[in-house]
């Protein structure tokens, strides 16, 4: 089965870091560039970076430049999101999707980790 | 706020056909395809319509797209109870150079 499972989401302290993972199965993994989306509680769908299929290219949203960073190893199936400085901004639903080779569109989404920031 | 911009809310009963408009600019909508996508709350989007118009495998047809300059819109022909949930569109922008979504539109079945 196709899928994308997603980890690491919690309680965390304003100020402090986070590391999201997300696993891949069912595909291959190394062909496709994948997104991380966000959805803060109550609201829309937010996008907050990509990366390229060989992570040689990244983008992030003007939000999260220079506090997030987004990483993968291909040869462990699995995309990650090291996030620093979280801010109560921060909390939301975090989803990984992977990008159809068409359309930028993002055919395989995983349930979800949230992350909240509090004290 | 976003530069795409939909209805917050829509509704119809079982069997009307249902509309859901997202509005943009030449430097997203007119320029690039639009991608749909469902989410009943409390889980995942789901991938409802990509390039515009066409359909993934496993979407019923009484869904359907359509793209014309700045504008989109997707349609429900026959509404459903199970079709209540958000829908969100997506595409995007070459002046931000990066993916946008629509605010989202809450579909509510009478």
């Known amino acids: 089965e196709v899928q994308l499972v997603e980890s690491g989401g919690g309680l965390v302290q304003p100020g402090g870091s986070l590391r999201l993972s997300c696993a891949a199965s069912?595909?291959?993994?190394?062909?496709?560039?994948i997104y991380w989306v966000r959805q803060a509680p109550g609201k829309g769908l937010v996008w907050v970076s990509h990366?390229?299929?060989?992570?040689?290219?990244?983008r992030y949203a003007d939000s999260v430049k220079g506090r997030f960073t987004i990483s993968r190893d291909n040869a462990k199936n699995t995309l990650y999101l090291q996030m620093n400085s979280l801010s109560a901004e921060d909390t939301a639903v975090y989803y990984c999707a992977r990008v159809m080779v068409v359309a930028n569109a993002l055919d395989i989404w995983g349930p979800g980790t949230m992350v909240t920031v509090s004290s | 706020q976003s530069v795409v911009t939909q209805p917050p809310s829509a509704s119809g009963t079982p069997g009307q056909r249902v509309t859901i408009s997202c509005s943009g600019s030449s430097s997203n909508i007119r320029s690039n395809p639009v991608n749909w996508y469902q989410q009943v709350p409390g889980t995942a989007p789901k991938l409802l319509m990509h390039s515009s118009n066409q359909r993934p495998s496993g979407v019923p047809d009484r869904f359907s797209g359509s793209k014309s300059g700045t504008s989109a819109s997707l349609a429900i022909s026959g509404v459903q109870s199970e079709d209540e949930a958000d829908y969100y569109c997506?595409?995007?922008?070459?002046?931000?150079?990066?993916?946008?979504f629509g605010g989202g539109t809450k579909l509510t079945v009478l």
């Open positions: 069912g595909f291959t993994f190394s062909s496709y560039w």
């Open positions: 990366i390229n299929s060989d992570g040689s290219t990244t």
């Open positions: 997506a595409t995007w922008d070459d002046r931000l150079n990066g993916p946008v």
